[in-house]
Structures are given as structure tokens and as C-alpha cells.
């Protein structure tokens, strides 16, 4: 029989008797090429104080497929994109400094049946897998002026080095700064130049479950490239969601990143739009070791850059 007091210690062995602190969600970093090559906006993640270092690793797997435009201006963009992103961040009194780089990878993919499956199976066609074969890879982009630009696919190379440095404000509230470094991105997936991003993020305990947490962002970056021309030079975003934990330490989480267009005057939709991308999943941890994300990401805006659908995994520690 329950009584009110075996009530407390049951709970707390329900929650598996772990500190109820807040916790961050997962970073959300676009990995679609037309994003990737122009803006070094992402969403940060509040940075706690307790860990003199922490460590991430993150694994994107994205299957994208546009196919859009005229005759006279044209994407075709049909790939599937891995990134392994790897960040270390040291925490110094209020404050914090961190690195990151990426090994990325664009290919022909095997995803392309899976996803003309799901498509069926929710009902959500997608008219662009009628027109393309199925994991034949294609990114090329034709201009108003008649420009036909083709990127090749790349079995791996080196993402833009970034380099972070952040302040905590409060214990809810931290502002940082990032730039990006081209350390061998090709044309048409690094952005080539420096940039530089400013991003402050808001995190709020709801309740010992609840978790909420956002950002604002601007960012630059300089004009480079054969689609110059076209190329905005200072770009915004904004995210927001939740971490639920249902179980101890395990928890669900949901994030909504929106991104202004970095392209003008191409009249094709998925360059000259805004990206709106849902991240949703899993975060797990045992009582002792990392904690692991589970993930995927889903296009909202189907006329602007946000990827079809993207497969995560990582670990923070």
C-alpha cells in the first residue's frame, strides 16, 4: 500500500534518483549545401557552468531532393549529405570558448526508395521524386543570366573550422559569438570566406520535466563564388522548443529553427526562400556515461532550403 510516506521515495525512484538540473537540446546546424556555402547561423545551446570541458559529436545524414525553377533558372539538387560535426568547449569562470569542424560527404545515396515509401505511407507526395531516378546524385544551379553552374559530389572533405566564445549573463541567458574559417569546403558547401555570427539563447526550467529553451541570431558573410551576383551578405534567425523528460534523465525534445533567405532575385523558390526546419527526438542517458541523441528533421517549408529529411545521432559528454 502506498502510504504518503513510501509516496516521495517511490518518486524519486521513478525519476531514477538523478539531480534535476536543466538541460540544454541539441544543437541544430543546417547541413543542405544551398545553407551550408552562405550562412554560419546555427542554434547554440545554453552552456552550462559545472564542467570545466564538454564534448559532442553529431552525425547528420540528410536526404535532399529539389527540383524546381524555369527553362531560364533552374535547382536541381538530388544528394544525400553526411556530417560528422565534433565540438569541444571549455568553460572559464562566467564565460566559455569552444571549437568545432565537420567531415562531410555528398553522394548518390540509398535513402531514395525508403522515402518514396514513407511519402506513400503519410500521404505527403513529393513531385520531385516522379521526375528524378531513384540514388542518382545532382546539384546544379542555372542563373537568370543563363549561368550553368554544376557542383560535383565528394566522397569526404573538411567542413568550415568554427571558433566560439560566449558569456553567461544569468543562469538562463548567454550570448556568443562564432566565426567560421574555410579550411577546404569546395565551392558550392563552404562558405570559402570568414563569417561571423552573433547568437544569444534564453533557457528556462519550466518544472523538474520541463525544459524550454531559444535563440535569436545574425549573422555576415561576404559575397564569393560564381553566384555572387545573387548572394545576401547578412542573414537572421531564430529557434525555439522543449525538453520533456518522461523517465529519469531520458527525455524528448522538439526545436523549430528558422532561417532568412540568403539568396535574392534567382527566381528559384529554394534559394531566394526562408528555411523552416523541425528537429524532434530522443536524448538517453545512463547513470553514468554520455548522453546520446536520437533525432530526425523535417522540411516545413517545402519551397525554401530546409532539407527533405535527416537522420540524427550523437553524444554529448
Known sequence: MITPRTAVPLLALMLGSYPLAAQSLPPYIPVNPVQTARSGLYTQPYIDAGKTWEFRALMDLANMI??????????????EVLRVDLTATRNLGNGFVG????????????????????????????????????N???????????DSITFPKHRGFLGDLRLIAGHRHTSHWQTTVAVTLPVGAPEGYGRQVVSASLLTTARAQLDHRWTAEGGLGIGTTPKHGALSEYQRTVFASANGGVRFRFWGQQAAFINLFYHTPTYQGTTVKPLDNSELTLDYGFLLKAKKGPEWFFG????????????DLSFRIGMRW
Do not use: C
Open 66 to 79: 529539389e527540383y524546381q525553377g524555369r527553362p531560364s533558372s533552374r535547382i536541381v539538387l538530388d544528394a
Open 136 to 146: 542518382q546524385f545532382e546539384y546544379l544551379i542555372k542563373t537568370p543570366a543563363g
Open 99 to 134: 571549437a568545432s569542424i565537420g567531415f562531410n560527404a555528398s553522394n548518390d545515396g540509398f535513402l531514395d526508395g525508403f522515402l518514396d515509401w514513407y511519402h506513400n505511407l503519410t500521404g505527403l507526395q513529393v513531385a520531385a521524386r516522379e521526375v528524378r531516378p531513384r
Open 296 to 307: 530526425m528533421t523535417e522540411d516545413l517549408l517545402p519551397s525554401g532550403p530546409a532539407v
